[in-house]
Nanobody
Framework: QVQFMESGGGLVQPGGSLTLSCVASGIDLSDNPMAWYRQTPGQQRDLVGTITSGGTTHYRRFVQGRFTISKDNHKNTMYLQMNSLQPEDTGVYYC????????????WGQGTQVTVSS
């Protein structure tokens, strides 16, 4: 059974940084693409960025240049380095596989809360 466990969230001031982790089980990150999503208050869950099995990354424009996705295949863990955080980045962050519209995603984890506030 595929499971994802996100961690690393917290309270940070505007302009600050956080690194989130996503530990995967039941799926080999060296063979599968992955994605980070976030759900900001009052909004639906939205894609933040993706990383291919080979390590190529793509980002949504609203995080381009501020967020970096990486992974450690030996630890089967994906990361999201977030810099220059702004209040609008506040939300619950999740990891999962990319949603191509026709695929069935594994179950969502509990997510990790990121709050950007002074």
């Amino acid at each position: 059974q595929v499971q994802f466990m996100e961690s690393g969230g917290g309270l940070v001031q505007p302009g600050g940084s956080l690194t989130l982790s996503c530990v995967a089980s039941g799926i080999d990150l060296s063979d599968n693409p992955m994605a980070w999503y976030r759900q900001t208050p009052g909004q639906q869950r939205d894609l933040v960025g993706t990383i291919t099995s080979g390590g190529t990354t793509h980002y949504r424009r609203f995080v381009q240049g501020r967020f970096t996705i990486s992974k450690d295949n030996h630890k089967n863990t994906m990361y999201l380095q977030m810099n220059s955080l702004q209040p609008e980045d506040t939300g619950v962050y999740y990891c999962n596989q990319p949603d191509y519209g026709g695929n069935v995603l594994p179950p969502w984890g509990q997510g990790t809360q990121v709050t950007v506030s002074s």
